[in-house]
């Protein structure tokens, strides 16, 4: 699947082994550690959840003829905080897991890749082309930066809104994506503006763009390329300039490796924005509940990683070459 990547996948296995070796009884540790406050330590919020079930209504009569229902919905409190501690404590133990792995098992990679929070400047999204609103954070989790290949790239999982203020005062949220975003700098720069979408039931073509078709079926089923009208460069030309059989296979590959339905993409300049719409974690080590050296997790995490560098060689081939 990724030939470029060979090469690297022997030595990333060697090297979640070697570090598994040496820190798995302290993250057994944490681990454990976490389920203990979900057994013990909480037990007094479970309690509080399941009794706020009980809590009288404002307009209730008949208490006591309604304590049937009461029970039923302190039973569903208690289960839906119980969930709720589950997932807090499985994030403070995947980040303290994380933490100390994901920077050790990139260097199997390049000495240049870090995990790290360095955000997507908000800058890029909103001169990409596709979102209508002004974007702002809404909520951030994995941070990946750095060069492979001589191209700068940040990658973050995270969460987009925008938010408007209304005149009484109040303020409007609006979601906007949820995901992992891939932001990469080519090393050549083009002067039409693209943007490509996932096909959907919907297909319009956006204000002052027009469609391009590729000499490539595969492509051209699952996705809608767009050009920016320019009267000074021919989008179209440098649209199928750029999207040679090597660039889409691999971005194809993106979607295919990251299980995503939905995904988009800006590349304007020497900018390529990339969004993976899913509501799933991603780069997630196995859950508290989990064994902490499942091999499983390794295959995966390796998969997500190479679809990653491998569109990046892409770009650094595409860069040396011309294409």
């Not at 996932?198 to 956006?206: G, R, V």
């Amino acid at each position: 699947m990724y030939t470029c990547m060979d090469k690297y996948k022997n030595d990333f296995a060697i090297k979640f082994a070697q570090i598994m070796e040496k820190e798995l009884s302290h993250w057994e540790n944490i681990q454990h550690s976490e389920r203990r406050v979900l057994y013990t330590s909480n037990l007094k919020e479970y309690l509080i959840a399941f009794l706020l079930g009980f809590t009288p209504g404002k307009r209730e009569r008949n208490y006591i003829d309604n304590l049937e229902i009461h029970f039923w919905f302190g039973v569903f409190l208690l289960i839906a905080y119980i969930f709720i501690a589950i997932n807090i404590a499985n994030k403070s133990y995947q980040r303290s897991v994380k933490r100390t792995l994901f920077p050790k098992l990139l260097k199997v990679f390049s000495e240049n890749i870090r995990y790290r929070k360095i955000k997507i400047p908000l800058t890029v999204y909103n001169m990409s082309g596709l979102f209508s609103d002004n974007v702002t954070y809404s909520q951030t989790d994995d941070f990946f930066n750095g060069e492979y290949n001589n191209v700068e790239f940040k990658i973050d999982e995270t969460e987009l809104e925008h938010t408007i203020k209304r005149e009484n005062g109040k303020l409007e949220t609006t979601d906007l994506f949820k995901g992992v975003a891939m932001h990469f700098k080519m090393q050549k720069k083009i002067n039409a503006k693209v943007l490509i979408y996932s096909k959907s039931l919907i297909n319009k073509i956006p204000k002052g763009y027009e469609k391009v078709v590729l000499e490539y079926e595969n492509f051209n089923k699952k996705y809608n390329l767009y050009v920016q009208k320019n009267p000074n460069s021919d989008g179209q030309v440098e649209a199928r300039y750029l999207f040679n059989t090597a660039f889409l296979n691999r971005f194809m590959q993106l979607q295919t490796s990251f299980n995503v339905r939905k995904m988009s993409c800006s590349i304007s300049e020497n900018n390529i924005l990339i969004l993976l719409n899913t509501n799933k974690d991603l780069f997630e080590m196995n859950h508290l509940f989990g064994k902490v050296d499942d091999i499983t997790q390794y295959r995966r995490l390796f998969d997500e990683f190479a679809s990653v560098l491998s569109f990046i060689d892409v770009l650094n081939l595409a860069s040396r070459t011309g294409l």
